[in-house]
């Protein structure tokens, strides 16, 4: 699992498996389920991420192209 953070597009990605997605579901308010064909959780976006997240949280994780 990989976790990256875009501080331009203020968007969190969490990349659960490698391999691409057949359908992005939005599951709540800015948050994004990236499903392959054979439904397995491919990655998570938070979008608005400073908004959701604590400061705390988004320190620790690395910046986009990092």
Known sequence: MDVRYDKETD???IYAEKGEYE???E???GVIVDISKDGKV???E???ASEKLSPQVLKGIKLKGN
Request: charged fraction near 20%.
């Open 46 to 48: 938070i979008l608005d």
């Open 23 to 25: 359908v992005s579901e």
């Open 11 to 13: 968007a969190m990605y």
């Open 27 to 29: 599951i709540g308010e």
């Open 42 to 44: 491919i990655g998570i």
